[in-house]
């Protein structure tokens, strides 16, 4: 099979190679691998200098069709179409037990600390595959990052109807699904982005930064939003505080527009304000999101072939970029 792999860090090290045709171990399933997000993590792994095994094959967003199953599979069959909850667990430490397994206590994510799906094939355990019903293929490989990630978030904060929610970085990868899924939940939602097409996505309001105050006060009648979904990490975070009302959230789970925050304190206690951290979500959000997946649409921008996989990286710090980017083994 062909598969992109690299065996040092850079993106100028990926190249195709053709490696064995993985064989599914008792409890595996071998996966035509239909099509893959590229997403942030992907370029890190490749240009960072902590993936395992190596030479390595990345590719964290994973959706296909059931090639073969291991002996003692049930639930699933040849010709399924499933995507990849992208977490080693071991299902039984204390984070499993309360349905955390992203924080498995013995866990990583997969395409880090195994390989990846940017290949024809993978194989994965049985419980690392969910089902999806008949959607098309780049919605299907948005579901295990770009929208599992945001619509954890939403959960943790506890979006439903009638609150709103503003969405920094409305138009990126995680971005889509957080104006879509908070919508969807019943809340009013703020699209922080340059790019109009966020109205067909759901959003109330759609707003550059420097009218996001105005605009905020405009969707609440001046009350502010309850919660802000700050998926370009520090930036505007600052900024966001202002946009809540009291005991109003920030969530972040990505650090792309910067790290490290310098905040007041009194700023947040003041007005009982919570800064929350999230990464990836749970298996049965992932489930609930393959359930929901027919409501949902993703903004495509480029699909890739294997061998322009480089390309295909480098387009995520595009700054033409105009939606998602995929790759099609
Ligand atoms: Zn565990």
């Known amino acids: 099979m062909k598969a992109l792999q690299f065996d040092s860090p850079g993106l100028d090290k990926l190249r195709v190679v053709d490696l064995p045709k993985p064989k599914p171990e008792a409890h595996e399933?071998?996966?035509?691998?239909?099509?893959?997000?590229?997403?942030?993590?992907?370029?890190?792994?490749?240009?960072?200098?902590?993936?395992?095994?190596?030479?390595?094959?990345?590719?964290?967003?994973?959706?296909?069709?059931?090639?073969?199953?291991?002996?003692?599979?049930?639930?699933?069959?040849?010709?399924?179409?499933?995507?990849?909850?992208?977490?080693?667990?071991?299902?039984?430490?204390?984070?499993?037990?309360?349905?955390?397994?992203?924080?498995?206590?013995?866990?990583?994510?997969?395409?880090?600390v195994t390989n990846g799906g940017f290949a024809e094939y993978m194989v994965a355990p049985e419980w690392n595959?969910?089902?999806?019903?008949?959607?098309?293929?780049?919605?299907?490989?948005?579901?295990?990052?770009?929208?599992?990630?945001?619509?954890?978030?939403?959960?943790?904060?506890?979006?439903?109807?009638?609150?709103?929610?503003?969405?920094?970085?409305?138009?990126?990868?995680t971005g889509i699904f957080a104006v879509q899924l908070a919508?969807?939940?019943?809340?009013?939602?703020?699209?922080?982005?340059?790019?109009?097409?966020?109205?067909?996505?759901?959003?109330?309001?759609?707003?550059?930064?420097?009218?996001?105050?105005?605009?905020?006060?405009?969707?609440?009648?001046?009350?502010?939003?309850?919660?802000?979904?700050a998926t370009l990490g520090a930036a505007h975070v600052n900024e966001a505080m202002s946009w809540l009302k009291a005991g109003g959230k920030v969530v972040t789970f990505g650090a792309i527009g910067g790290d490290e925050l310098k905040l007041s304190l009194s700023a947040l206690y003041g007005r009982h304000l919570s800064l929350v951290g999230t990464t990836g979500g749970t298996r049965a959000e992932l489930m609930e999101l393959a359930r929901l997946s027919p409501r949902l649409k993703v903004k495509t921008w480029k699909i890739y072939p294997l061998a322009e996989g480089a390309t295909a990286l480098s387009a995520l710090r595009s700054s033409e970029r105009d939606g998602r980017i995929f790759i099609e083994p």
């Open 29 to 112: 399933v071998l996966l035509r691998v239909e099509m893959a997000g590229v997403n942030p993590v992907d370029y890190s792994v490749v240009t960072g200098n902590f993936a395992k095994p190596m030479p390595h094959v990345p590719g964290a967003e994973v959706a296909g069709t059931v090639e073969e199953v291991g002996q003692h599979v049930r639930s699933l069959k040849p010709g399924d179409k499933v995507v990849l909850y992208n977490r080693v667990f071991d299902g039984n430490c204390d984070m499993c037990a309360s349905g955390m397994e992203m924080e498995c206590r013995n866990g990583g994510i997969m395409s880090i």
């Open 129 to 173: 595959l969910i089902k999806v019903p008949e959607v098309g293929w780049d919605v299907a490989a948005s579901l295990p990052v770009a929208a599992l990630t945001s619509y954890h978030a939403l959960k943790v904060t506890g979006v439903s109807p009638g609150k709103a929610v503003a969405v920094i970085g409305a138009s990126g990868n």
């Open 183 to 229: 919508k969807l939940m019943g809340a009013t939602v703020v699209a922080l982005s340059s790019k109009s097409w966020l109205k067909e996505f759901g959003a109330d309001y759609v707003s550059n930064y420097s009218g996001a105050k105005g605009q905020v006060e405009k969707a609440t009648d001046g009350l502010g939003v309850d919660v802000v979904v």
